[in-house]
Protein backbone atom coordinates (compact mmCIF):
# COMPACT_ATOMS: atom_id res chain seq x y z
CA UNK A 1 0.00 0.00 0.00
CA UNK A 2 2.72 2.37 0.95
CA UNK A 3 4.55 1.66 -2.08
CA UNK A 4 1.27 2.31 -4.50
CA UNK A 5 1.16 5.35 -2.48
CA UNK A 6 4.48 6.62 -3.19
CA UNK A 7 4.50 5.44 -6.96
CA UNK A 8 1.09 7.93 -7.44
CA UNK A 9 2.42 10.41 -5.34
CA UNK A 10 5.58 10.46 -7.99
CA UNK A 11 3.42 10.52 -10.94
CA UNK A 12 1.53 13.28 -9.51
CA UNK A 13 4.94 15.40 -9.28
CA UNK A 14 5.74 14.51 -13.00
CA UNK A 15 2.60 15.60 -14.35
CA UNK A 16 3.08 18.76 -12.37
CA UNK A 17 6.47 19.49 -13.60
CA UNK A 18 5.27 18.51 -16.78
CA UNK A 19 8.54 16.95 -18.16
CA UNK A 20 7.24 15.97 -21.47
CA UNK A 21 7.40 19.86 -22.43
CA UNK A 22 10.65 19.61 -22.02
CA UNK A 23 10.64 19.35 -25.75
CA UNK A 24 10.35 23.11 -25.64
CA UNK A 25 13.38 23.87 -24.51
CA UNK A 26 15.41 22.57 -27.57
CA UNK A 27 15.27 25.85 -28.57
CA UNK A 28 18.05 26.75 -26.51
CA UNK A 29 20.21 24.13 -28.42
CA UNK A 30 19.53 26.17 -31.87
CA UNK A 31 22.54 28.50 -31.08
CA UNK A 32 24.88 25.80 -30.49
CA UNK A 33 23.91 24.11 -34.33
CA UNK A 34 24.03 27.65 -36.38
CA UNK A 35 26.80 28.75 -34.84
CA UNK A 36 28.76 25.32 -35.46
CA UNK A 37 30.14 24.91 -32.26
CA UNK A 38 28.18 20.74 -31.78
CA UNK A 39 31.41 19.47 -32.25
CA UNK A 40 33.20 21.74 -29.23
CA UNK A 41 33.03 19.30 -26.38
CA UNK A 42 32.75 22.29 -24.29
CA UNK A 43 30.66 24.42 -25.97
CA UNK A 44 28.29 21.09 -26.04
CA UNK A 45 28.27 21.07 -21.76
CA UNK A 46 27.61 24.43 -21.62
CA UNK A 47 24.43 24.19 -24.15
CA UNK A 48 23.66 21.07 -22.15
CA UNK A 49 23.46 23.13 -19.05
CA UNK A 50 21.36 25.77 -20.41
CA UNK A 51 19.18 23.54 -21.42
CA UNK A 52 18.93 22.03 -18.19
CA UNK A 53 18.40 25.15 -16.64
CA UNK A 54 15.55 25.87 -18.49
CA UNK A 55 14.09 22.78 -17.86
CA UNK A 56 14.09 23.51 -14.19
CA UNK A 57 12.99 27.54 -15.20
CA UNK A 58 10.10 25.80 -17.45
CA UNK A 59 8.76 23.22 -14.27
CA UNK A 60 8.72 26.02 -12.00
CA UNK A 61 6.91 28.11 -13.62
CA UNK A 62 4.28 25.48 -14.29
CA UNK A 63 3.87 24.87 -10.60
CA UNK A 64 3.46 29.03 -10.63
CA UNK A 65 0.39 28.27 -13.02
CA UNK A 66 -0.94 25.73 -11.47
CA UNK A 67 -0.67 26.89 -7.71
CA UNK A 68 -2.27 30.40 -8.92
CA UNK A 69 -5.23 28.51 -11.14
CA UNK A 70 -6.12 25.68 -8.44
CA UNK A 71 -9.68 26.90 -7.98
CA UNK A 72 -10.30 27.82 -11.74
CA UNK A 73 -8.94 23.92 -12.12
CA UNK A 74 -11.11 22.77 -10.75
CA UNK A 75 -13.47 23.55 -12.34
CA UNK A 76 -12.46 23.15 -15.83
CA UNK A 77 -14.03 20.06 -17.45
CA UNK A 78 -10.69 18.26 -18.09
CA UNK A 79 -7.95 19.82 -15.95
CA UNK A 80 -9.92 19.18 -12.49
CA UNK A 81 -8.41 15.33 -13.44
CA UNK A 82 -5.21 16.31 -15.10
CA UNK A 83 -4.07 18.82 -13.04
CA UNK A 84 -2.69 17.17 -9.87
CA UNK A 85 -3.65 20.22 -7.41
CA UNK A 86 -6.97 20.48 -9.28
CA UNK A 87 -7.53 16.59 -8.56
CA UNK A 88 -6.22 16.64 -4.65
CA UNK A 89 -3.15 14.35 -5.58
CA UNK A 90 -0.42 16.95 -4.51
CA UNK A 91 -0.85 19.30 -1.45
CA UNK A 92 -0.52 23.18 -2.49
CA UNK A 93 2.09 23.01 0.45
CA UNK A 94 3.80 20.33 -1.23
CA UNK A 95 4.29 22.73 -4.76
CA UNK A 96 5.21 25.64 -2.89
CA UNK A 97 8.26 23.13 -1.36
CA UNK A 98 8.92 22.00 -5.07
CA UNK A 99 8.99 25.29 -6.09
CA UNK A 100 11.51 26.94 -3.67
CA UNK A 101 13.82 23.67 -4.43
CA UNK A 102 13.53 24.76 -8.26
CA UNK A 103 14.39 28.56 -7.58
CA UNK A 104 17.36 27.19 -5.10
CA UNK A 105 18.58 24.93 -8.17
CA UNK A 106 18.52 28.10 -10.43
CA UNK A 107 20.16 29.74 -8.01
CA UNK A 108 22.78 27.65 -8.15
CA UNK A 109 22.99 27.18 -11.48
CA UNK A 110 23.46 30.88 -12.10
CA UNK A 111 26.65 30.82 -9.94
CA UNK A 112 28.12 28.07 -12.23
CA UNK A 113 26.76 30.41 -15.30
CA UNK A 114 25.57 33.74 -15.04
CA UNK A 115 25.72 34.67 -18.31
CA UNK A 116 21.75 32.69 -17.98
CA UNK A 117 20.35 35.51 -15.05
CA UNK A 118 19.42 37.91 -17.45
CA UNK A 119 17.63 35.28 -20.16
CA UNK A 120 15.73 33.31 -17.35
CA UNK A 121 15.39 36.24 -14.70
CA UNK A 122 12.98 37.96 -18.24
CA UNK A 123 11.95 34.35 -18.46
CA UNK A 124 10.50 33.62 -14.73
CA UNK A 125 9.40 37.63 -14.90
CA UNK A 126 7.20 37.15 -18.58
CA UNK A 127 5.27 33.41 -17.31
CA UNK A 128 4.69 34.93 -13.53
CA UNK A 129 2.82 38.34 -15.89
CA UNK A 130 1.61 35.55 -18.00
CA UNK A 131 0.05 33.71 -15.42
CA UNK A 132 -1.69 36.49 -13.69
CA UNK A 133 -2.44 38.37 -16.26
CA UNK A 134 -1.28 38.69 -19.31
CA UNK A 135 -2.96 34.92 -20.47
CA UNK A 136 -5.97 37.02 -19.80
CA UNK A 137 -5.45 39.63 -22.48
CA UNK A 138 -6.26 38.81 -25.91
CA UNK A 139 -3.38 39.06 -28.55
CA UNK A 140 -1.16 39.76 -25.58
CA UNK A 141 -1.12 35.81 -24.41
CA UNK A 142 -0.26 34.74 -27.92
CA UNK A 143 2.66 37.05 -27.41
CA UNK A 144 3.70 36.35 -24.18
CA UNK A 145 4.14 32.50 -25.49
CA UNK A 146 6.19 33.08 -28.59
CA UNK A 147 7.99 35.38 -26.54
CA UNK A 148 9.24 32.31 -23.83
CA UNK A 149 10.59 30.60 -27.21
CA UNK A 150 13.13 33.69 -28.21
CA UNK A 151 14.18 34.32 -24.59
CA UNK A 152 15.19 30.23 -25.44
CA UNK A 153 17.06 31.21 -28.48
CA UNK A 154 18.96 33.89 -26.42
CA UNK A 155 19.65 31.71 -23.30
CA UNK A 156 21.31 29.11 -25.58
CA UNK A 157 23.06 32.26 -27.03
CA UNK A 158 24.17 34.19 -23.61
CA UNK A 159 25.51 30.30 -22.53
CA UNK A 160 27.90 29.89 -26.12
CA UNK A 161 29.06 33.47 -25.94
CA UNK A 162 27.93 33.79 -29.26
CA UNK A 163 25.59 36.92 -30.63
CA UNK A 164 21.69 36.26 -31.20
CA UNK A 165 20.99 36.27 -34.96
CA UNK A 166 18.29 38.62 -35.42
CA UNK A 167 16.88 36.44 -38.16
CA UNK A 168 17.05 33.51 -35.81
CA UNK A 169 15.07 35.69 -33.30
CA UNK A 170 12.79 36.63 -35.47
CA UNK A 171 11.94 33.07 -37.43
CA UNK A 172 11.57 31.46 -33.76
CA UNK A 173 8.73 34.31 -32.90
CA UNK A 174 6.87 33.85 -35.87
CA UNK A 175 7.01 30.06 -35.93
CA UNK A 176 5.94 30.08 -31.91
CA UNK A 177 3.19 32.75 -32.77
CA UNK A 178 1.94 30.25 -35.22
CA UNK A 179 1.80 27.40 -32.74
CA UNK A 180 0.35 29.58 -29.92
CA UNK A 181 -2.33 30.69 -32.42
CA UNK A 182 -3.41 27.23 -33.19
CA UNK A 183 -3.24 26.08 -29.59
CA UNK A 184 -5.65 28.83 -29.44
CA UNK A 185 -7.69 27.55 -32.35
CA UNK A 186 -7.84 23.56 -30.97
CA UNK A 187 -9.38 25.39 -27.17
CA UNK A 188 -12.13 26.77 -28.98
CA UNK A 189 -13.03 24.01 -31.28
CA UNK A 190 -12.33 21.52 -28.09
CA UNK A 191 -14.23 23.62 -25.14
CA UNK A 192 -15.59 26.69 -26.79
CA UNK A 193 -15.05 29.79 -24.82
CA UNK A 194 -15.23 28.20 -21.21
CA UNK A 195 -11.59 26.52 -20.78
CA UNK A 196 -10.08 30.31 -20.55
CA UNK A 197 -11.71 33.80 -20.30
CA UNK A 198 -9.31 34.98 -23.24
CA UNK A 199 -11.02 32.77 -25.73
CA UNK A 200 -14.04 35.14 -25.56
CA UNK A 201 -12.36 37.76 -27.77
CA UNK A 202 -11.06 35.47 -30.33
CA UNK A 203 -12.65 33.40 -33.32
CA UNK A 204 -11.40 30.29 -34.91
CA UNK A 205 -11.54 32.31 -38.34
CA UNK A 206 -9.48 35.03 -36.23
CA UNK A 207 -6.78 33.18 -35.08
CA UNK A 208 -6.82 30.57 -38.74
CA UNK A 209 -5.43 34.31 -40.13
CA UNK A 210 -3.31 35.11 -37.15
CA UNK A 211 -1.60 31.30 -37.76
CA UNK A 212 -1.36 31.33 -41.58
CA UNK A 213 0.09 35.14 -40.98
CA UNK A 214 2.60 33.76 -38.61
CA UNK A 215 3.19 30.56 -40.79
CA UNK A 216 4.23 32.55 -43.95
CA UNK A 217 6.41 35.24 -41.88
CA UNK A 218 7.90 31.77 -40.38
CA UNK A 219 9.14 30.41 -43.60
CA UNK A 220 10.02 34.02 -45.47
CA UNK A 221 12.52 34.80 -42.54
CA UNK A 222 13.47 31.36 -41.84
CA UNK A 223 14.27 31.35 -45.50
CA UNK A 224 16.03 34.65 -45.43
CA UNK A 225 18.27 33.49 -42.31
CA UNK A 226 19.22 29.98 -43.86
CA UNK A 227 20.37 31.64 -47.15
CA UNK A 228 22.80 34.31 -45.57
CA UNK A 229 23.52 31.91 -42.60
CA UNK A 230 24.91 29.12 -45.36
CA UNK A 231 23.31 28.67 -48.99
CA UNK A 232 23.28 25.29 -48.59
CA UNK A 233 21.02 24.79 -46.04
CA UNK A 234 18.30 25.97 -48.03
CA UNK A 235 17.97 22.29 -48.44
CA UNK A 236 16.11 22.30 -44.88
CA UNK A 237 13.39 24.69 -46.72
CA UNK A 238 11.55 22.49 -48.49
CA UNK A 239 11.91 19.77 -44.65
CA UNK A 240 10.42 23.35 -42.95
CA UNK A 241 7.35 23.87 -45.60
CA UNK A 242 6.33 20.20 -45.14
CA UNK A 243 6.30 19.96 -41.42
CA UNK A 244 4.22 23.05 -41.31
CA UNK A 245 1.83 21.30 -43.82
CA UNK A 246 2.40 18.59 -41.89
CA UNK A 247 1.45 19.76 -38.81
CA UNK A 248 -1.88 21.69 -40.16
CA UNK A 249 -2.99 18.46 -41.33
CA UNK A 250 -2.39 16.74 -37.33
CA UNK A 251 -4.55 19.96 -36.78
CA UNK A 252 -7.63 19.40 -39.17
CA UNK A 253 -7.42 15.89 -39.39
CA UNK A 254 -6.35 14.43 -36.42
CA UNK A 255 -7.63 17.45 -33.65
CA UNK A 256 -4.39 17.83 -32.49
CA UNK A 257 -2.25 20.91 -32.12
CA UNK A 258 -3.72 21.55 -28.88
CA UNK A 259 -0.24 20.53 -27.74
CA UNK A 260 3.01 20.95 -30.14
CA UNK A 261 4.68 18.63 -28.09
CA UNK A 262 1.88 15.68 -28.11
CA UNK A 263 1.57 16.49 -32.18
CA UNK A 264 5.04 15.99 -32.94
CA UNK A 265 5.44 12.45 -30.52
CA UNK A 266 2.29 11.17 -31.87
CA UNK A 267 2.42 11.85 -35.73
CA UNK A 268 5.35 9.87 -37.10
CA UNK A 269 5.74 11.19 -40.44
CA UNK A 270 6.14 15.20 -38.46
CA UNK A 271 8.70 13.38 -36.10
CA UNK A 272 10.80 12.23 -38.90
CA UNK A 273 10.44 15.70 -40.71
CA UNK A 274 11.68 17.08 -37.24
CA UNK A 275 14.65 14.93 -36.98
CA UNK A 276 15.38 14.84 -40.97
CA UNK A 277 15.79 19.03 -40.26
CA UNK A 278 18.36 18.54 -37.04
CA UNK A 279 20.58 15.87 -39.57
CA UNK A 280 20.41 17.94 -42.39
CA UNK A 281 21.64 21.04 -40.49
CA UNK A 282 24.63 19.40 -38.66
CA UNK A 283 25.64 17.35 -41.59
CA UNK A 284 25.76 20.45 -43.76
CA UNK A 285 27.04 22.73 -41.19
CA UNK A 286 30.06 20.38 -40.85
CA UNK A 287 31.18 20.16 -44.12
Given at each position: ????S ?8 L ?5 K ?7 V??PL????E???LHA ?6 A????CVA??A ?7 HD ?7 PT ?5 PL ?10 VL????F?A??AA ?7 L?AP??A?LL???A???F?K?QPV ?7 V????R????AE?L?VP????M???T?CL ?6 I????E??S??TE ?5 R?YS??L ?16 S???I?T???LS ?5 V ?8 F ?8 E ?13 L?V ?5 V?V??L??
Open positions: MGAAISTEAKALRLIRPQWIKNAFVAVFARYSNIKLAAFFVMFSSCYIVNDIVENDRNHKRLSRAAGLLSVRTALLALYVLGFVFQPAIIMYLQVYSFLHFDIFSIAGFVLVWAGADLSSWAITLALYLASKRRQLNTGARSVLHVAVDRYAEMSAMGALVFYLFVSNNKATIPLIFGLFRYWVVESKDGGSPTDAVFSDWPLACLAWVVCVVKG
